[in-house]
């Protein structure tokens, strides 16, 4: 069994940064490939960033790459969050798949979900 808080969510002005936060418990969270994703309002939940192994491999959604950056310390998944726009309002979630499961883009390949933290940014 794998658990995940997330936390770090808020309200910040188009062009400022957030941090979120995905604390993790359970064992053997290193052979879990760790994602983010993002569900705006009337929207399909999508993928935005996922990490696998010790954190050598990242990947990105287009909109975000070179503003958002995913990062394992210890048991945390963070998700860094700079020059953020309007359009990143969402409620963001951290999940996990595994054990021994490559990282995927469909929300549906994975097992663990945290609560969700909303971010918005206002123009």
């Known amino acids: 069994q794998v658990q995940l808080v997330e936390s770090g969510g808020g309200l910040v002005q188009a062009g400022g940064s957030l941090r979120l936060s995905c604390a993790v418990s359970?064992?053997?969270?290193?052979?879990?490939?760790m994602g983010w994703f993002r569900q705006a309002p009337g929207k399909e939940r999508e993928f935005v960033a996922a990490?696998?192994?010790?954190?050598?491999l990242t990947h990105y959604t287009d909109s975000v790459k070179g503003r958002f950056t995913i990062l394992i310390v210890k048991s945390t998944v963070y998700l860094q969050m700079n020059s953020l726009k309007p359009e990143d309002t969402a409620v963001y979630y951290c999940?996990?798949?595994?054990?021994?499961?490559?990282?995927?883009?469909?929300?549906?390949?994975?097992?663990?979900w945290g609560q969700g933290t909303q971010v918005t940014v206002s123009s």
């Open positions: 999940a996990a798949r595994g054990p021994w499961k490559a990282y995927s883009r469909n929300s549906e390949e994975y097992d663990y």
């Open positions: 990490i696998e192994g010790t954190g050598s």
């Open positions: 359970g064992r053997t969270f290193s052979t879990y490939a």
